[in-house]
């Protein structure tokens, strides 16, 4: 290579080294400036905030407005545009008044329809913070925009809003299935518009895409009502599993006897995840008439099913302690396991075990056989521990009476090996010592098989 | 006749190495254009935030609950405030099961004194197959908190536990000694909501805890460590999430979901096994398997990236920690890539079979032995007068100011479209790293990667422990 092309190569290594650092400084410079701005303006905005507190008469407001530069009346729009969005009562009013008052209002207005994409979907958003009507209708001629992050912003200014003017805007945007839009943003926006009114969205069932159903489905499940029961009626034999079990949540927030008829028809649905929504929606109806229906699901095959029965007998009942032993009595060695896990994670055992020192004697009766049927069933090693932890040492020597006198295998052993552990209670661990030399050791041969 | 062999084999290697540069590079650069075509159109679809509680209070109803699965292996130290972080996450429905895999700290006795637990008879719903289950807590005072005592089986199997105990249908697999941001869950729901029946998969985005202020479980101030080691990683991963797996979100190819944060639809992880617990990288492992079982059945499957889920996490001080992690990810590379070899070049896989894999296989697992192999080649050609300095010189530079651009890109891309260090001074300790990890630093890995690589191929793998410090708090 010849020594002009070195220098060459050489000047090359040495432009890309300069460029490197160059891009390097640039890169901190400007991180450093776009730093010092945001410090600036944010103090720039706590003083504004200050002159706010308290809320400034309009006069006031309008003062200060007209003495501050083009910069600090951004920051003020934003900080009413804020209170407009967060605050309550007077203060809220009163901001959206001078936004309106001022003419920000009728920028956004303007801006929602002629605006730059960006600017739209900004307008679109600021105007669900103030409830005007012109802002409604804005809001619904915009639910056609053709940039997907302007309809996002009009689904949740209509959703916060909670105008039923804004129900076509909202239905536009459902029949239309924009992916921009979750389902669930748009049928949470449905569900604000149509509180007291789910007839108006009750057509969407009808609909023929199945998204749009779903979003119907799913709207109504938050506001239906005995209005919306013919459509839910007619739903539960959508094709589609999804829409089926969005229309058994649906039913549950109608608390009548078709709906439950309607309910059982869905619990015994081939689709397992629709099986589930039933057995939901019977939980929230709290109806003792959906009993038999709820106890068949938790002999399901599917576990997801025979959790949600036991949730839903806990919604129905409240994990009452009786019903224990009816599933003990009646049900598979698989639904009465199902009901005590599921309960036992909402804090069953612990609410039981309390029953012990109540002064309310049915209650606390049951709360004893209950006891009994669980050690009868073998499942002592929560028991045990409980023995152990639960605050209360009234509480821990009666549930320990109630241990040794039920013969069951290594339940003595389980005892005695608390005795060592820490935080065990002095006086629990003497009862344990004078259980323990009572009476003799069981061994598990000693015991029949623990069968339901 | 020596030297005309060595000529070809110096000419071979010569465009060994300019092919792996031009693949390499030029990939990179087209990930890097479309991670920033992709990092600006999710920042303008998050600043409309299409799940907003605040504007829609009925969204707090409907939304999908979510279960977190926190494995736990000897983590007495930062057990209890990373619970208390992920109970503060804004999310409305979510339940906590922490999973101790055979701890043999005070790592369970920690959580029964904190969160008053006691032994309940709760069973799993699932049926993966795990170690056995020694106990199962449940908390008198936070109603959403499962504990599960398990023998060890390393994280995997605590995650299949965790799975197996799960009962909504989104689950997030975290690490037990990372801080979750309080926003971080809706933003990585978000995006499955945006599609809900492809989605089955969201990973968030790493970011190193030392050094920031650490309060009630919460990073109230994130500052950088004043640490070489500290500060490289977290060039490392800018570069590696926002100027890589944002472009790779993209076009459906991503292959890695943290395994700090990493959201997932439990029933498509059921249906294709759960975690595979003999292999030491097993969220790949698992990401892989799901791209397979998807693009096998035309399911349609995507795995997405979330940049503003933000998982804080505490990073090796030492270069001995650090290379021991390393080590680590290249071994269960090794293996993941090994195990799914039939996928390389076959259409039928789309973009994960047609480059993501090709490219973790060329680039990642190969890299090391291409650029050992320059280093050591280079200079015995130029001594014997077969490659001219020239050459040398501009490969050298090209690759520092590749490197450098891509490190500046992603660092750029952080403090425009989703700044958390916002001091100056942090800012500046970034790019003059970015510019320093090509002398030294990037040598020091390749060598790890070489050791790892050897260490697989003759069978010397091992899981190897990290040791925690916990969180600095504003007390410290």
Known sequence: ?452 | MPISWLFQLAWVVKVLVLGYFISLNGLCFVILFLSICWCRRYRRAADVQAIDFDALEKLEKLVPPVTLVVPAYNEERVIVQSVRSLLGITYPSIEIVAVSDGSTDGTIEELIRSFSLYQADVRPSGALATQPVRAVYVSAIEPRLVVIDKQNGGKADALNTGINFCQTPYFLAMDADSLVEPEALTCAVRVILEDPERVVAVGGIVRGVNGSIVDAGRVRRPSLQWNFWVIIQMVEYLRSFLAGRAGWSLINGLLIVPGAFGLFQKAACVKVGGYSTDTVTEDLELILRLHRYARDRRLGWRVAFAPDAVCWTEMPTTARALGRQRKRWQEGLWQTLSRHSDMYFQPRYGVVGMLSVPHHVLHELGGPLVELSSLLLFPVFYSLGLVNWEELAVYLALAFFLGTLFSLAAILLDQVLFPRHRFPRDVLLLLALSLLENFGYRQMSMYWRLVASWNYLFGRISWRVSTRTGFATRAE
């Open chain 1, 1 to 452: 290579m010849s020594g002009a092309s070195i220098d060459l190569l050489a000047q090359a290594v040495a432009f890309l080294a300069v460029f490197t650092l160059g891009i390097s400084v640039a890169v901190y410079l400007l991180m450093d400036l776009r730093h010092r701005q945001q410090l600036q303006r944010q103090a720039r905005r706590v003083t504004l905030a200050a002159h706010l507190i308290p809320p400034l008469t309009p006069q006031a407001l309008h003062t200060l407005w007209s003495r501050c530069n083009r910069a600090s009346r951004k920051i003020l729009e934003e900080i009413l545009t804020d209170r407009c969005r967060l605050a309550e009562g007077e203060e809220r009013s009163g901001a959206a008044q001078f936004l309106m008052g001022i003419g920000i209002y009728d920028r956004w207005l303007q801006e929602i329809r002629q605006g730059r994409k960006s600017r739209r979907a900004q307008a679109a958003r600021k105007l669900g913070y103030v409830h005007d009507r012109r802002g409604v209708e804005a809001l619904v001629a915009a639910a056609g925009d053709s940039y997907a992050l302007v309809r996002l912003a009009v689904a949740l200014s209509l959703g916060r809003l909670k105008d039923p003017a804004g129900l076509p805007g909202l239905i536009h945007l459902a029949q239309g299935r924009t992916k921009t839009i979750p389902d669930l943003t748009l049928a949470a926006a449905l569900a604000a518009c149509a509180e007291g009114c789910s007839s108006l969205i009750a057509g969407l069932l009808r609909a023929p895409h199945v998204q749009t159903r779903v979003i119907g489905a799913w709207a109504l499940s938050e506001v239906a009502d005995e209005t919306s029961l013919p459509a839910l009626s007619d739903a539960i034999r959508d094709p589609d599993p999804e829409v089926r079990a969005k229309v058994a949540r649906a039913l549950g927030r109608v608390p009548e006897e078709r709906s439950l008829n309607l309910l059982s028809a869905l619990a015994r649905d081939p689709v397992p995840f629709v099986r589930v929504r039933a057995l939901d929606a019977l939980g929230k109806q709290k109806s003792s008439a959906a009993e038999p229906l709820v106890l068949g699901g938790l002999d399901d095959h599917m576990p997801e099913v025979r959790n949600r029965a036991a949730a839903a007998l806990r919604q129905i009942y409240g994990m009452k302690a009786g019903l224990i032993a009816k599933v003990h009595a009646a049900g598979s060695r698989r639904s009465f396991n199902t009901l005590i896990s599921e309960w036992e994670r909402a804090g069953f055992l612990h609410t039981l075990v309390a029953g012990l020192i109540t002064r309310d004697w049915v209650r606390f009766v049951e709360t004893q056989e209950t006891i009994r049927v669980l050690i009868a069933a073998g499942m002592t090693q929560a028991l045990v521990n409980m023995v152990l932890v639960f605050p209360g040492v009234k509480v821990r020597l009666r549930l320990l009476r109630l241990l040794v006198a039920e013969p069951r295998a290594n339940v003595m052993a389980d005892l005695l090996a608390l005795i060592g552990r820490p935080g065990c209670d002095p006086r629990v661990a003497q009862a344990i010592r004078k259980v323990a030399v009572m009476s003799p050791p069981i061994s598990s041969a000693d015991i029949k098989s623990d069968t339901v």
